[in-house]
């Protein structure tokens, strides 16, 4: 990318690239280099001084204060910005202020070390040591600046110069008509540093935004593959696998499938589904805080036509000891979800779907090796994906379905849960449940010998 490519960056982030070019010369003033000026120009006053003095200078000890106001802004800008933080807005002025007054103390020097002059005094000794200072301080006055155009530097360089040029005129004719070339070759001089200053300053500029910018950008797509707390670990230096718990534990796995989706014939089946799931998501994310881990639950994964989520592990939830009450209410949350997207879709069929929820062992793991996605496993989601699979079985299909129609429902949405999570619902939620003696239908819970009931709860 060329020096154009850079130029065009910079209009197009013209005030990003206004607001860097500030603090650069905010910068300049406050540390090193307005310090470093601000001593050489002090140490110029001194050798000067002494040079005036050996001489028999009237006006020597006037040189010790030509460059007072320069010196002054040095060392007092980072104090009074400090006190006054709009100060910084106008930093870029403040450096011109301070170069400017750089050349009215050179200016001012040659005033007193010309006046002699005046009274027969010889100038060409003293023609012959200045004659090199005019170059050198007309270049480092006018090699740096912080605008954002070019134009308007090199706009101030002509003005600085030209006013240089008339004042030393004023001054001393003779001594100008014999550094004239000084002058120009000071201000081609310092119009070639400016403009590679200039050019360094774009493309410093350009790279720390696109880098910025890439930054950005990565952040941003990492957070759609893990969450927040993950996102402030691992910039804060720690490992992936060190973001999400893994230690084994308790937890109630809900299994969301819908029932017959292979019988759903529309274009947009699938963007059907994906609403389906981002509103789980958004539930699932409902209360999320950091410290501790905490949400209403956790999504584990999605499986085309179902949705499995966590409650209680790996998040805590704001109801540690009603797990089973939480979690009927969180299913509740999304059958309602459902039946909306379900509504919105518009389908000339009705669609329901059925949960399982099944409280046992989990643990969380990183896989080995490739991508090191976060997964859950254990007993409860082989048990969940189980309880949701019975409105499959015919004889407990009979049983949902014969108690439905009682309540005048053709078509509805089921949830079933384990013995364990019904005794520990309070009254108000057990009442939504019916219970299936699975040894009077001489049934045998795959993965849960012990299950002597299952209870089921069919909705809207």
């Avoid at 104090?79 to 001012?108: E, M």
């Avoid at 001594?175 to 070339?181: T, V």
């Avoid at 499995?308 to 089973?324: E, H, K, N, Q, W």
């Avoid at 009442?431 to 299950?451: E, G, R, S, V």
């Amino acid at each position: 990318m060329n020096s154009d490519n850079y130029s065009a960056y910079c209009k197009e982030h013209a005030n990003e690239f206004r607001d860097e070019l500030r603090d650069d010369a905010s910068r300049a003033l406050r540390n090193w280099p307005g310090k470093t000026a601000a001593f050489l120009l002090i140490v110029s006053s001194l050798i000067s001084w002494l040079s005036m003095s050996a001489s028999g200078n009237p006006d020597a000890n006037k040189v010790l204060f030509t460059y007072a106001l320069p010196v002054t802004i040095a060392f007092a800008y980072p104090l009074t910005s400090l006190v006054f933080a709009r100060l910084d807005k106008y930093s870029r002025s403040v450096l011109d202020i301070f170069l400017l007054s750089i050349l009215f103390g050179f200016c001012l020097t040659l005033h007193f070390v010309f006046k002699p002059i005046e009274a027969g005094v010889d100038p060409s000794d003293l023609y012959i040591a200045l004659s090199g200072q005019i170059n050198f301080v007309i270049l480092m006055t006018t090699a740096f600046s912080y605008h954002s155009s070019f134009g308007i530097t090199l706009l101030r360089n002509s003005v600085y110069t030209l006013l240089t040029a008339v004042l030393i005129y004023l001054i001393d004719p003779a001594y100008l008509a014999i550094n004239a070339i000084q002058v120009v070759q000071g201000f081609l001089g310092g119009i070639i540093v400016s403009w590679l200053f200039f050019a360094r300053i774009q493309t410093r500029f350009y790279y720390k935004s696109i880098d910025a910018d890439t930054r950005q950008h990565l952040y941003k797509q990492l957070s759609k593959l893990v969450y927040p707390h993950q996102l402030a670990r691992i910039k804060a230096g720690d490992q992936l696998e060190e973001t999400m718990p893994v230690a084994p534990a308790q937890a109630i796995v809900n299994v969301f499938d819908v029932q017959g989706s292979s019988n759903i014939k529309h274009e947009k089946t699938q963007a059907f589904f994906l609403e389906i799931f981002r509103a789980f998501s958004q539930i699932c994310m409902m209360g999320y805080e950091h410290n501790p881990l905490k949400s209403r639950a956790f999504r584990l994964k999605e499986t085309g036509d179902g949705f499995i989520s966590a409650i209680g592990y790996p998040f805590l939830t704001d109801r540690v000891d009603a797990l089973a009450d939480h979690a009927v209410e969180t299913a509740l949350l999304m059958f309602r979800a459902f039946n909306s997207e379900v509504d919105r879709f518009g389908y000339s069929n009705p669609i329901k779907a059925a949960m399982g929820l099944a409280y046992n062992s989990v643990q969380g793991t990183f896989q080995s090796s490739g991508i090191r996605a976060y997964d859950l496993f254990g007993d409860a989601l082989i048990q969940a994906y189980r309880y949701e699979e019975l409105r499959k079985t015919p004889v407990i299909a009979n049983i949902i379905r014969e108690h439905a129609l009682t309540l005048g429902l053709k078509h509805y949405n089921i949830l079933i849960v384990q013995e364990v999570i019904y005794n520990s619902l309070c009254e108000r939620y057990k009442q939504l449940f019916n219970a299936i003696d699975l040894k009077q239908i001489d049934f045998h819970m795959p993965q849960d010998p012990n299950a002597h009931f299952v209870f089921f709860h069919v909705l809207e």
